[in-house]
């Protein structure tokens, strides 16, 4: 499977932005899709995902009631739609395959990654 990112760019704080993952590949083979970001500096956090199965998610105590994902399996899209965003969601956003229990668990497969940027 590969994803292609898009959506990213730079809004000031309190603003909004949607993020889209098109997935090419059987996406059904897989557990999740979900997004993955990296900051300068800062370790890789798991942010959210959804089951390609049963569409339940997984968000981190950072950007739970702010971040939604959502998915259209026939589409092959995973989306994130990032409300209020804050100054420390500033990073590269990656789709990733992968699945989660208690904390997201990233897979084998990445995109190329979009870059979100957030002013105070």
């Known amino acids: 499977v590969q994803f292609v990112e898009s959506g990213g760019g730079a809004v000031q704080a309190g603003g909004s932005l949607t993020l889209s993952c098109a997935a090419s590949?059987?996406?059904?083979?897989?557990?999740?899709i979900g997004w993955i970001r990296q900051a300068p500096g800062k370790e890789r956090e798991g942010v959210s995902c959804i089951s390609i199965w049963d569409g339940s998610t997984y968000s981190s105590d950072s950007v739970k009631g702010r971040f939604t994902i959502s998915r259209d399996n026939a589409e092959k899209m995973v989306y994130l739609q990032m409300d209020n965003l804050k100054p420390e969601d500033t990073a590269v956003y990656y789709c990733?395959?992968?699945?989660?229990?208690?904390?997201?668990?990233?897979?084998?497969?990445w995109g190329q990654g979009t870059q979100v940027t957030v002013s105070s």
């Open positions: 990733n395959q992968g699945s989660f229990y208690r904390d997201y668990e990233p897979g084998d497969y």
């Open positions: 590949g059987s996406i059904t083979d897989y557990y999740g």
